[in-house]
């Protein structure tokens, strides 16, 4: 999926919120619903959406399915953020230099 896709996907606030949620450890639908204080219904569209992009994964266990965080595709957003990291590193080197020849 591309760069501009995916920025798609997690600009849903919920979304973001549900991968914060599931980068500390899998979990089931219902703890992302008390978490969230969404509907269930509400919860499982996102989960949808989020695993039709790759950006999540389930697995059963028992009766009820386990959700976690697949990294791989958030590499393509992290490439494309690769030149803006480049800028704001070069930002922030100025401003350590300009910071050590200030007088204390």
């Known amino acids: 999926m591309a760069a501009a896709e995916l920025f798609e996907v997690v600009a849903e606030p919920n979304r973001r919120r549900i991968l914060d949620l599931l980068l500390a450890r899998e979990q089931p639908v219902g703890d992302l619903v008390a978490a969230l204080s969404v509907s ?28 976690r965080v697949r990294a ?17 590193t070069a930002s922030l080197d100025k401003l350590e230099r300009h910071l050590d020849a200030m007088p204390d």
Do not use: F, N
């Open 72 to 88: 791989e595709p958030l590499s393509t957003i992290d490439e494309w953020l690769a030149p803006y990291r480049a800028l704001w």
């Open 40 to 67: 269930q219904p509400a919860v499982s569209k996102h989960l949808r959406v989020l695993r039709d992009a790759g950006l999540v994964d389930a697995r059963v266990d028992g009766q009820r399915r386990l959700y």
